[in-house]
């Protein structure tokens, strides 16, 4: 396994949570690194990018204000804190790396088994 997800849980609308996405080195020297959630009965949704090697950031806007990607290279770890959730946050969460933002995507990269969110109202 290249990509483990951790952090998940059940917490309250408002209430935040902060994922964790640890890779093997050689998935975390990929230079896109991201996070998507999939919510039950429903597709794959994009949550957040981040560039790896320029630190750039990137996110949908329903999460735009509330979720903040990051990483540490030192730790081979991304994260996403999200903050004021909302019921609508509910999902599986999954991370993934890629070479190029178009490998970024369903069926391309490297992805992990995901990490389950559920808010509750």
């Known amino acids: 396994v290249q990509l483990v997800e951790s952090g998940g849980g059940s917490v309250q609308a408002g209430g935040t949570l902060r994922l964790s996405c640890v890779a093997s080195?050689?998935?975390?020297?990929?230079?896109?690194l991201g996070w998507f959630s999939q919510a039950a009965g429903k597709g794959l949704q994009w949550v957040s990018t981040?560039?790896?090697?320029?630190?750039?950031?990137y996110y949908h806007d329903s999460v735009k204000g509330r979720f903040t990607i990051s990483q540490s290279n030192a730790k081979n770890t991304m994260y996403l804190q999200m903050n004021s959730l909302k019921p609508e946050d509910t999902a599986m969460y999954y991370c993934?790396?890629?070479?190029?933002?178009?490998?970024?995507?369903?069926?391309?990269?490297?992805w992990g088994q995901g990490t389950q969110v559920t808010v509750s109202s």
């Open positions: 080195v050689s998935s975390f020297s990929n230079n896109f």
């Open positions: 993934a790396a890629a070479p190029t933002q178009r490998d970024l995507a369903p069926g391309g990269g490297t």
């Open positions: 981040i560039i790896r090697v320029a630190g750039a950031t």
